[in-house]
């Protein structure tokens, strides 16, 4: 049975930082659209409750954590990142598994803690699928470590939210935006009336 990742130092880091973005976005946005993925013990929603956040979901691929979120009462679905989500988001939210393996990790909590060789593995998959699910002007927080090595960031643009110093690494939480297709879209048409009127 896989376990469920108890709220840690990683977690209320996060959470902190949480509370002090969040009202910064509801100031601009009254009714965002926020998905955490990897919600765990639904440490984050709680959070994001707590911020008066309405349209909230998590996921998970651990069942047991999607059932304990749901008993929370929270919007919970089963998925592989984002594997059964349709939908685009104002805000995404990860607290990802970054520790390099490590063969001692029984595999019950391995899941939840380990992404690969060198960590990144799920970060790099998430930064990939993440942006399709981006509404224009959509942001993603994004917790990582020192420990989590080659992570490619690839065309996202990242801020540094806070860093957290801990006994054996260091903690950061970012703020990306993307350029999503359809701001893409906007860019491309621009350019090419541009050309047009240039050429002409
Ligand atoms: C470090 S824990 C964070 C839990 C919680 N959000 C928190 O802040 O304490 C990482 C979570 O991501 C989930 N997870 C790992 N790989 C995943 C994947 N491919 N898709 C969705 N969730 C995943 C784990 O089951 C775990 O609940």
Redesign the pocket.
Known sequence: MLE??P??D??YF?SNILKKEIPKLLNKNKNPGVL??????G??LSTLKGLEVKSLLG????QA?VNHCRGLGFNCIL???FSNIKKKFDLIIF???YLPEDKDEPKSSR???TGGKEGSR?INKFLKQAKKHLNENGKIILLTSNLAKKIYWKDYKKKLLGKKKLFFEELYVWELNAPTDSSLGVYLGRFLISYKLFNT
């Open positions: 469920i990742y709220p840690s990683d977690s996060l955490e993925v990897g919600c765990g013990s440490v984050q996921l998970d691929i651990n954590a998925s592989d990142l607290n990802p598994p899941l939840a803690t799920i």
